[in-house]
């Protein structure tokens, strides 16, 4: 009876230290390493994770560096493309077969960005970026902004409005109604000075005072300088960046000032538009009337339409779940 009794006391001690062994974490993370390299050598030989593999490069892309160009100045990055192969082969795995839209991409950055160079003024984006930015100056016209912001609304495009200090002063609702409707806050000076003929005193009490009104004003602190009439010097471009701002131009004009017929105004601008531009503009009365098929006339040549930020930016564009290229 007791050699009975002691070897059921050993079994159930044998079963114990069993299933404590299997139990034991490290055990499980042993057994749980095992299965995955077992399913990665499955997947590895698997045809399709092969074929994956093969073709992956035909859709890859390099990152894009920013750089300063000869001509158009400081160009932001663009971010590169690579296919994530393991999370592309699980999304194809249960078809059984290559799926081109089943791809997964993994976005890489470029190694050096807008933030590294020098300052610079800006003309456009990456060329490789299929977005448009529409800049708006502000000083007067505000007659025309209601309409444009109300075109702008209807076609769900987010723009960059630079604003003039001493506007923002005498205009607070409208500014805020801008503001409120998702558009971007820059800074246009205080009093539409030509910019570099002014003193380093002055410069930085133009771009100092429109900042200050603009936070006071809408809480916002602006990121993107926009000198008037497009005229800077180095010196302009060094105490924007003194007061945290990139200074933006443009390389598409409406040339909306000299009151064009609306129709001539469009056809210039979907003339010249290009991936990475910036559209100059002005609320005035043909840009209220022209707006519309501008907006309707870019986004059918497949660019998207953004704020100088969103262009700036290194990301790829996506529509509907699907990276855009030229």
Known sequence: MKKHASALFVCCCLL???FGAVQNPFSLQYINELKQESQMVMKEQDPLHEEILAKKEG???????????????????????MVDVNASYDKMKKLGSFEEQRLVFEEIKPTVHLEDLPPSPIYKGNE????????????WGNEYIPDMLKVMKEHGVKSTFFLDGSWVKSNPTMATMILEQGHEIGNHAYSHPDMKSLTLERMNEELKKTNDVILATLDVTPKWFAPPSGSYSQTVIDQASVHGMMTILWSVDTVDWKRPQPEEMVNRVLSKVHPGAMVLMHPTEPTAIGLED???G????????GTVSELMSESRVHHNGVTLDD
Do not use: C, T
Request: aromatic share 6%; hydrophobic share 50%; glycine share 6%.
């Open 16 to 18: 114990v230290i069993s």
């Open 59 to 81: 859709y890859e892309q390099a990152a894009i560096d920013a750089r300063i160009d000869p001509v158009w100045k400081a160009v932001p990055g663009y971010n590169g493309l």
């Open 128 to 139: 490789k970026k299929p977005m448009v930015s529409l800049l708006v100056n502000v000083a």
């Open 294 to 296: 501008m907006i309707k």
């Open 298 to 305: 870019i986004q059918a040549k497949g660019l998207e339409l």
